[in-house]
Nanobody
């Protein structure tokens, strides 16, 4: 089992930037993929970005491609989500998750989840 703790959320104006962090413990961090998901009020949780265990493979939702960057530091056991050019529609609770294998993108393949961090983008 993996324990995940997110941080870095907050309130930002449209066009601004935030960097989310997710610290992991409990398993060999580099052995599994990580992902970021988000859930806006009244909507289902959706995929945002994923990264492989070694960090060489990434994937993004079309809605964030070119604006968000996922990365990881396997020494610090931390995954990041750099969010630039934020829009009001990016407002949501953001969750990091640990995958079941070296690289995952399907929500069902992520077995451990953080508690979430709120991101609010004002217009």
């Amino acid at each position: 089992q993996v324990q995940l703790v997110e941080s870095g959320g907050g309130l930002v104006q449209a066009g601004g930037s935030l960097r989310l962090s997710c610290a992991a413990s409990g398993r060999t961090f580099s052995s599994y993929g990580m992902g970021w998901f988000r859930q806006a009020p009244g909507k289902e949780r959706e995929f945002v970005a994923a990264i492989s265990g070694a960090g060489g493979k990434t994937s993004y939702a079309d809605s964030v491609k070119g604006r968000f960057t996922i990365s990881r530091d396997n020494v610090k056991n931390t995954v990041y989500l750099q969010m630039n050019s934020l829009k009001p529609e990016d407002t949501a609770v953001y969750y990091c998750a640990a995958g079941s294998s070296w690289y995952n993108t399907r929500q069902a393949d992520f077995g451990s989840w953080g508690q979430g961090t709120q991101v609010t983008v004002s217009s």
